[in-house]
């Protein structure tokens, strides 16, 4: 079983509409997740950290956290075209890991 | 501006070529970090480095090595050893406690 488990996408939504990314995870212990956006040829850029059961929202985004069933998801609410990219849900393993899924590609619809 | 710099952008290597990607941080981040990404796929780590003269094997590090001589920099070896090195190479930094990754802007390698 890998680490970290996305699922695979391609996902194409209509622009306004709202995108829903899954990342389930293998390490019990584990206690920092996060999720980067990268564009086609770029790399990664951290756009939400998340460390306790429940949502964390920061703008359009929103990710939340469900530790008992070890998994993290990202919405992306009033998709616009520029959130086409591939989305990377990592997952910290021991004090300085990070274990990635392979991503999810985005392709939002104008 | 404070940042992590990669270099350089495209590296070409040919047969039986080591070649050195360049990594610069001015974080002040304790913990460097490289990774190999492949077409399609997620980021695998390579080695990483937590304190200066101090660095631990990844996932994939055959083929690889590193040196750590000062906080700032963290350059990456990829030696004639590592068969299919074709691929994009990203450094990062942070990482300590709870805090996140950093990313440089990578740099893609290609065979000759």
């Known amino acids: 079983q890998k680490e970290v488990e996305q699922n695979s996408g391609p996902l194409s939504v209509p622009e306004g509409a709202i995108a829903s990314l899954n990342c389930t995870y293998s390490?019990?212990?584990?206690?920092?997740f996060f999720w980067y956006r990268q564009y086609s040829g770029k790399s990664p850029e951290l756009i939400m950290s998340?460390?306790?059961?429940g949502d964390k929202e920061d703008g359009r985004f929103t990710a939340q956290l469900n530790k008992a069933s070890q998994y993290v998801s990202l919405l992306i609410r009033d998709s616009q075209p520029s959130d086409s990219a591939t989305y990377l849900c990592?997952?910290?393993?021991?004090?300085?890991?990070?274990?990635f899924g392979a991503g999810t590609t985005v392709t939002v619809r104008a | 501006d404070g940042g992590i710099t990669q270099s350089p952008k495209y590296l070409f290597r040919k047969e039986g070529q080591n070649v050195t990607l360049s990594c610069e941080q001015n974080?002040?981040?304790?913990?460097m970090y490289w990774y190999r990404q492949d077409p399609g796929q997620g980021l695998r780590l390579i080695y990483y480095?937590?304190?200066?003269?101090?660095?631990q094997k990844g996932d994939i590090a055959e083929g690889y090595s590193v040196s750590r001589e000062k906080k700032e920099s963290f350059p990456l070896t990829v030696t004639s050893a590592q068969k299919n090195p074709t691929a994009f190479y990203l450094c990062?930094?942070?990482?300590?406690?709870?805090?996140?990754?950093?990313f440089g802007d990578g740099t893609r390698l290609s065979i000759l």
């Open positions: 990062a930094s942070g990482g300590q406690r709870n805090q996140p990754q950093h």
């Open positions: 480095s937590q304190i200066v003269n101090d660095f």
């Open positions: 990592a997952v910290k393993v021991g004090d300085y890991k990070l274990s």
């Open positions: 390490d019990r212990v584990s206690q920092s």
């Open positions: 974080l002040n981040h304790d913990a």
């Open positions: 998340i460390y306790s059961n």
